[in-house]
């Protein structure tokens, strides 16, 4: 069996509270099932309940071990990691494969800072699990038993992945955070700043990158996009700020002929009306014009390959 599960969907922090509980509150983390084997997609709030359910559901089994891989080290992308119950259970086996771009830290150094008295009682270096891992950047991983992750990067504010898990003739691509690429020269040849050779670099690159988006998602049966804010917020204020619109990850999914698309990492202030109010809005949009099914991601929701 291939599948997906939704364990946290928020974006920027969590939101717990009566405004959030049709979408969920807790941030970044998906639960990937290939046959036997688990991956989790970065460690936000979320990951504390899929903790709680590997220890019901997994652990009776045998000891726990997971891939887990981490689109970028931002603060929501990772604060859920501490409360990950599995890493204090002797046995455990984590492979933690993410990028790291700050300084000279490693992936390890970034995770032995949550895990520091400052912010939590417990250091890395007394937890019971076994814990290795990878810093990684735009390759294709044999993972084994017929699984492959290939990583594409994305545009955000600090260096960012995002993963397309191929098992069994399938596929499951996520994007977010991710920004659409623009040219950051200036194109008006009134502007002082303007030189009409690095406009026209700047065009075609950020065009190519755009392109290369594309081509990740092509023909994914599921793709999980970020859709942070509307065209018109994005348009309003929110450039540079390293997201999506909702009309930018509908127009890339049908361009790309995915099959499914799941908008994600829903802004700390939307509530549930009007997360369902949007979700029909943009279903209205596309019906009848194409058969991308599109739907707000919300937690616990079971998604088969």
Request: hydrophobic letters at 35%; aromatic letters at 10%; glycine letters at 8%.
């Amino acid at each position: 069996m291939f599948s997906v599960r939704i364990w946290g969907d928020r974006g920027s922090m969590p939101t717990p509270g009566p405004d959030t509980v049709l979408f969920g509150g807790n941030t970044s983390c998906l639960e990937v099932r290939c046959g036997e084997r688990i991956i989790i997609v970065d460690a936000g709030s979320g990951i504390r309940k899929l903790g709680d359910k590997l220890m019901r559901e997994d652990l009776p089994k045998g000891p726990i071990s997971a891939d887990i891989l981490i689109t970028h080290t931002h603060w929501d992308h990772i604060i859920g990691f501490p409360m990950f119950t599995p890493i204090f259970v002797p046995g455990t086996r984590l492979r933690i494969r993410g990028p790291v771009s700050y300084e000279d830290d490693s992936l390890e150094k970034v995770f032995a800072g949550l895990l520091s008295y400052r912010y939590w009682p417990v250091r890395q270096e007394e937890l019971s699990a076994k814990i290795e891992y990878q810093a990684i950047r735009e390759t294709t991983i044999d993972l084994g038993d017929g699984i492959f992750v290939t990583t594409k990067y994305l545009n955000h504010p600090i260096l960012c992945l995002g993963y397309r898990i191929e098992y069994k003739g399938k596929a499951f691509v996520t994007v977010y955070d991710n920004e659409p690429f623009v040219n950051v020269f200036p194109t008006d040849p009134a502007d002082p700043s303007y030189d009409e050779e690095a406009a026209r670099e700047g065009e075609e690159a950020a065009r190519e990158e755009n392109e290369k988006i594309l081509r990740f998602c092509q023909g994914a049966d599921l793709l999980v996009h970020d859709t942070q804010y509307t065209a018109k917020e994005y348009n309003a204020g929110k450039r540079g700020w390293g997201h999506s619109s909702y009309e930018y990850a509908i127009n890339c999914a049908h361009k790309a002929r995915v099959k499914r698309l799941v908008l994600f990492h829903h802004d700390p202030n939307r509530s549930d009306p009007e997360l369902q109010e949007l979700e029909l809005f943009y279903q209205g949009k596309v019906r009848g014009r194409t058969g991308l099914e599109v739907e707000m991601a919300r937690e616990g929701k079971l998604y088969t390959l």
